[in-house]
């Protein structure tokens, strides 16, 4: 079983929006997408996807999107990002889901031996500090992330590899101690994936956060073809 993790895929089925005004880069970028997870990924595979999948308001709508997915080979594990404004409650998106596909809401899932936990996150203090509003909300983010990784803590066994996902990257530069940044060090996963990011060079990405691999993976840095991060 190999994991891999693609953000950011931004599909719009029911809801137009081209996403070529970000760059040439994007025309045509959902074929892009099905035609380099199919050369990519296996039916034994597993894909994360952090975060911002479908343009749509509502549920109905979104699954539109999601069976496109779901119908490409492997298994997917989602989380939400800050588009994804049709996310509805954790029952009601787990009757609604595709065969094949997993929601990490406040918990976690172990797919084989590999555990995957994670939250959406948010603005992270840099340069300037977070404005009231903003820190309310990410440390709403880290105490739901803690639930995560405590329920990933009980379905671990000894010797699983651990996965921390995001859809907000978890620190911004200078990257000074934050409130998801100290929950990340003290559950000290195998690795970090977060999306989110458009443009910015891998190498200009936060890669190690206290020592642990970080990968960003929005759709647009990885040339829409999904990241290996694990060969288990």
Same mark, same amino acid.
């Given at each position: 079983?190999?994991?891999?993790?693609?953000?950011?895929?931004?599909?719009?089925?029911?809801?137009?929006?081209?996403?070529?005004?970000?760059?040439?880069?994007?025309?045509?970028? @959902? &074929?892009?997408?099905?035609?380099?997870?199919?050369?990519?990924?296996?039916?034994?595979?597993?894909?994360?996807? @952090?975060?911002?999948?479908?343009?749509?308001?509502?549920?109905?709508?979104?699954? &539109?999107?999601?069976?496109?997915?779901?119908?490409?080979?492997?298994?997917?594990?989602?989380?939400?990002?800050?588009?994804?404004?049709?996310?509805?409650?954790?029952?009601?998106?787990?009757?609604?889901?595709?065969?094949?596909?997993?929601?990490?809401?406040?918990?976690?899932?172990?797919?084989?031996?590999?555990?995957?936990?994670?939250?959406?996150?948010?603005?992270?203090?840099?340069?300037?500090?977070?404005?009231?509003?903003?820190?309310?909300?990410?440390?709403?983010?880290?105490?739901?992330?803690?639930?995560?990784? &405590?329920?990933?803590?009980?379905?671990? &066994?000894?010797?699983?590899?651990?996965?921390?996902?995001?859809?907000?990257?978890?620190?911004?530069?200078?990257?000074? @101690?934050?409130?998801?940044?100290?929950?990340?060090?003290?559950?000290?996963?195998?690795?970090?994936?977060?999306?989110?990011?458009?443009?910015?060079?891998?190498?200009?990405?936060?890669?190690?956060?206290?020592?642990?691999?970080?990968?960003?993976?929005?759709?647009?840095?990885?040339?829409?073809?999904?990241?290996?991060?694990?060969?288990?």
């Amino acid at each position: 079983m190999r994991v891999y993790a693609i953000a950011d895929l931004h599909l719009a089925t029911v809801t137009p929006k081209p996403m070529s005004v970000f760059g040439p880069q994007w025309a045509e970028h @959902p &074929q892009a997408i099905y035609d380099r997870w199919r050369e990519t990924i296996r039916s034994e595979d597993v894909v994360l996807l @952090p975060g911002d999948l479908s343009w749509a308001m509502r549920l109905p709508d979104a699954l &539109q999107d999601l069976a496109t997915i779901a119908d490409l080979p492997g298994t997917k594990v989602l989380l939400r990002g800050n588009h994804d404004y049709w996310w509805p409650t954790a029952g009601k998106l787990r009757a609604a889901l595709p065969a094949g596909m997993l929601a990490i809401v406040n918990d976690a899932v172990r797919v084989g031996n590999v555990v995957v936990c994670g939250t959406r996150g948010w603005l992270t203090p840099g340069y300037e500090p977070l404005g009231e509003e903003d820190a309310r909300l990410l440390a709403r983010e880290a105490e739901r992330l803690k639930l995560s990784v &405590q329920a990933a803590e009980r379905l671990r &066994q000894p010797g699983d590899p651990l996965i921390l996902m995001l859809h907000y990257p978890p620190a911004t530069s200078p990257y000074p @101690p934050n409130p998801l940044s100290r929950v990340i060090e003290d559950a000290r996963p195998d690795l970090i994936v977060y999306g989110h990011l458009h443009g910015v060079p891998v190498e200009r990405s936060l890669r190690h956060l206290a020592g642990i691999p970080a990968h960003l993976v929005a759709a647009d840095v990885l040339k829409f073809t999904p990241k290996l991060l694990l060969d288990v």
